[in-house]
């Protein structure tokens, strides 16, 4: 069965500090792979994705996300947080042919920031 | 970059009215849109797959019947919530992908909260 885990539910950083949040994904093909942020009440907005090429991916505000195929895993990452981070992060797979953006989201890790 | 409008951004509406929820691909041509829900504080769920000019595929367990989906133009989608209930109250969210070709991702609209008393 194709399923994206966030193992994290709920995860507190401390302002400056660094962040990783977890997704592993179970899929019957290599899939494309993303990461989104929503804010309260809002829709979601894309922090990065990963196609193909290089593993390592860079997107907006600084976050960038690792893609191990062997481990099945796609970690967002960010040296240094800040308090305007604090929101819920969605790791999201889809396939990468055919009805490419029809996506299975993960639960979602809620991000808190202390000051 | 490619923008996805959802209109209303929020409604209200009492048991037993239908709401209609529109999505529109601004810049660009969606012949594939999604239609998701979200509860509060959950994860988003593919409600259905709306294709232009034919019938929507919908996901297990979404009633078509309630949730009418129509893609007669290549930038517009609407969910229609037909009769209403308190247990429709939720978030839905709309996805449009970009008809140019294989391997575009979908960019997601704002949202629309809908509650229902």
């Known amino acids: 069965a194709q399923s994206v885990t966030q193992p994290d539910i709920h995860i507190t950083v401390s302002e400056g500090a660094s962040l990783e949040l977890r997704c592993n994904y179970s899929?019957?093909?290599?899939?494309?792979l993303f990461w989104y942020v929503q804010s309260p009440g809002q829709g979601l907005q894309l922090l990065l994705k990963?196609?193909?090429?290089?593993?390592l991916v860079q997107g907006i505000k600084g976050f960038e996300a690792e893609f191990k195929r062997s481990q099945s895993s796609f970690n967002l990452r960010k040296p240094s947080v800040h308090w305007s981070d604090a929101a819920e992060y969605f790791c999201a797979v889809g396939p990468s042919s055919g009805n490419t953006g029809k996506l299975i989201f993960g639960q979602g890790t809620t991000l808190q920031v202390k000051p | 970059g490619a923008v996805v409008s959802q209109h209303p951004s929020r409604v209200i509406c009492k048991s037993g009215t239908s709401v209609k929820i529109e999505c529109r691909s601004l810049?660009?041509?969606?012949?594939?849109m999604f239609w998701y829900r979200q509860f509060p504080k959950q994860s988003l769920m593919l409600m259905a797959t709306?294709?232009?000019?034919?019938?929507?595929?919908?996901e297990q367990g979404v009633e078509k019947d309630k949730f009418l989906i129509n893609h007669a133009s290549l930038t517009l989608s609407t969910l229609t919530v037909t009769s209403a209930h308190p247990e429709d109250s939720s978030f839905y969210i709309c996805?449009?992908?970009?008809?140019?070709?294989?391997?575009?991702?979908?960019?997601f609209g704002q949202g629309t909260r809908l509650t229902v008393v």
């Open positions: 996805s449009a992908r970009d008809r140019r070709g294989p391997g575009t991702e979908a960019f």
């Open positions: 810049d660009f041509q969606a012949t594939t």
């Open positions: 899929y019957g093909a290599t899939p494309y």
């Open positions: 990963y196609f193909s090429g290089d593993t």
């Open positions: 709306s294709n232009e000019g034919s019938k929507a595929t919908y």
